[in-house]
Every structure is written in C-alpha cells, then in structure tokens.
C-alpha cells in the first residue's frame, strides 16, 4: 500500500518549535519531489516546503524562509520538517505530498500533488 504518514504535530507556545515528519511506505520518498503544504481553518491548503528529489535542494514559502527547514533522511525514508520560531499563523494542519512531476510543489499547486497523508494538527497558542 502507497501511503505518506505524518507525526509531530502538537500544541506549542509562541516561539517555540516542532519537528513533523512524513514517512513514506510503499515507495521511494527520494524518487519524488516531497512537499509540505497546510492548510487552516477556512483557508487554502498552500505550500510550506519542498525539497527536490534530484539534488534534495529546498523550496520556501516566503512565510517559511528563515524559520523552518525541511531535510530526508533516504535510509528511513522519511522526509522532516523543523519548524523553529513558530507564530499563531503557523496554525493549520500540515500534509506532506509527493510530487509526480517535479513541477507543482514549487508553484505551490496541491491539486498536481499525491499519495497526501491525512496530516498532523499544528497549534500555536499561548
């Protein structure tokens, strides 16, 4: 079975941090363009990160750059996302995704992504 699983998530302080992880089964993470999206309550499921199958070089939102990192580790085939600094707005559910093509993570198009897991809730709430 062709399935993502993402963990980490929690309730966490203003400034504070998170470590999410998706790991893959079923298939080769590092085969694939991995990307995180979230989305919150009554809004848009939007990209966070992607990190590249070819180079593993990383993609921001502008949201994300300077506080959040996202790293694979290919022997676990897992692909992580640390989250540092983390602000109110940063609540929302996080999904990792693969992208088949290599092209719609960086155009921040979830409808090109695939194999979504069912995500892991952020909460950032002092």
């Known amino acids: 079975q062709l399935q993502l699983v993402e963990s980490g998530g929690g309730l966490v302080q203003p400034g504070g941090s998170l470590r999410l992880s998706c790991v893959a089964s079923?298939?080769?993470?590092?085969?694939?363009?991995t990307g995180w999206f979230r989305q919150a309550p009554g809004k848009e499921r939007e990209v966070v990160s992607c990190?590249?199958?070819?180079?593993?070089?990383?993609y921001y939102a502008d949201s994300a750059k300077g506080r959040f990192a996202i790293s694979r580790d290919n022997a676990k085939n897992t692909v992580y996302l640390q989250m540092n600094n983390l602000k109110p707005e940063d609540t929302a559910v996080y999904y990792c995704?693969?992208?088949?093509?290599?092209?719609?993570?960086?155009?921040?198009?979830?409808?090109?992504?695939?194999?979504w897991g069912k995500g892991t809730l952020v909460t950032v709430s002092s």
């Open positions: 995704a693969v992208d088949p093509y290599g092209s719609s993570c960086y155009i921040g198009e979830p409808n090109g992504m695939d194999y």
């Open positions: 079923g298939f080769t993470l590092d085969h694939y363009t």
């Open positions: 990190i590249s199958r070819s180079d593993g070089s990383a």
